[in-house]
């Protein structure tokens, strides 16, 4: 498989490199609407955050920057994406999972 290097993106929404390999997107679709955003043409067929942030124009990525509530909104999946993987919640959440 041949990867793409992403695109210069500012650093205003260097929160998308996170977000977009969180592999929750592939059962969650809170963050859809955001990818949709970048490219919607992209988004709809693939479902990949990862291709749709390596085909982003770069001046598309510098729309997005100037736009507060998108940066926001990035900022706010990223931070939900940390908090998942902090070792304590995932010890219970194994604990929920873990056979009987």
Same mark, same amino acid.
């Given at each position: &498989?041949?990867?793409?290097? %992403?695109?210069?993106?500012?650093?205003?929404?260097?929160?998308?490199?996170?977000?977009?390999?969180?592999?929750?997107?592939?059962?969650?679709?809170?963050?859809?609407?955001?990818?949709?955003?970048?490219?919607?043409?992209?988004?709809?067929?693939?479902?990949?955050?990862?291709?749709?942030?390596?085909?982003?124009?770069?001046?598309?990525?510098?729309?997005? $920057?100037?736009?507060?509530?998108?940066?926001?909104?990035?900022?706010? %999946?990223?931070?939900? $994406?940390?908090?998942?993987?902090?070792?304590?919640?995932?010890?219970?959440?194994?604990? &929920?999972?873990?056979?009987?």
């Amino acid at each position: &498989m041949l990867a793409l290097p %992403l695109p210069n993106i500012p650093k205003e929404l260097s929160a998308l490199r996170t977000i977009a390999l969180d592999l929750r997107w592939t059962w969650s679709h809170e963050a859809d609407t955001l990818w949709e955003q970048v490219d919607e043409k992209l988004c709809r067929p693939t479902c990949n955050p990862w291709t749709v942030l390596q085909n982003a124009t770069e001046q598309r990525l510098r729309e997005l $920057a100037a736009d507060g509530d998108f940066c926001r909104q990035a900022r706010i %999946l990223r931070r939900r $994406a940390r908090r998942r993987l902090q070792p304590r919640r995932m010890v219970r959440a194994a604990r &929920m999972i873990r056979p009987r």
